[in-house]
């Protein structure tokens, strides 16, 4: 299973998820990926802030010429995460518009937010950013 970020013409942003690229591209090709917002076809692929794509988890655990695989970049987020930011839960939007004005002290914080949230915080111009994170068992 794929999973893409799509945008609409009018600049909705979405979540599309498929067997393959070909699925996307034929459904694309017949008009059948439309926005949930405004209902319009014809989304386009933007840029993913994190894409992983396995079919073996213990070939992707295995370390390919040096290189860092995508399991173990997925791993270190994490450790990074818990590490160097508060989880502030689903109060995160409450708790960035606060820093944002100055009534608690700046911090790297993460949490959830709904899409009205996001979309206030950025009416505000409350600087942040969306990372999907995947739980690991350990």
């Avoid at 979405?14 to 996307?24: C, I, M, Q």
């Avoid at 010429?65 to 502030?88: C, S, Y």
Wanted: negative net charge; contains cysteine.
């Amino acid at each position: 299973m794929i999973i893409y970020d799509l945008k609409c013409k009018k600049n909705h942003e979405f979540e599309g998820w498929f067997k393959d690229s070909a699925a996307f591209e034929q459904q694309k090709d017949l008009n059948l990926i439309t926005c949930p917002v405004c209902g319009e076809a014809g989304a386009e692929m933007v840029p993913s802030t994190l894409a992983i794509l396995g079919r073996d988890l213990k070939a992707s655990e295995k370390k390919q010429n040096g290189a860092l695989t995508p399991m173990k970049a997925v791993q270190r987020l994490n450790e990074f995460l818990e590490k160097n930011f508060d989880d502030v839960g689903d109060a995160f939007s409450e708790v960035a518009m606060k820093i944002h004005d100055g009534e608690e002290e700046a911090r790297n914080i993460k949490g959830t937010t709904t899409r009205q949230e996001e979309e206030l915080l950025r009416e505000k111009g409350v600087p942040f950013f969306k990372i999907p994170v995947m739980k690991l068992d350990s």
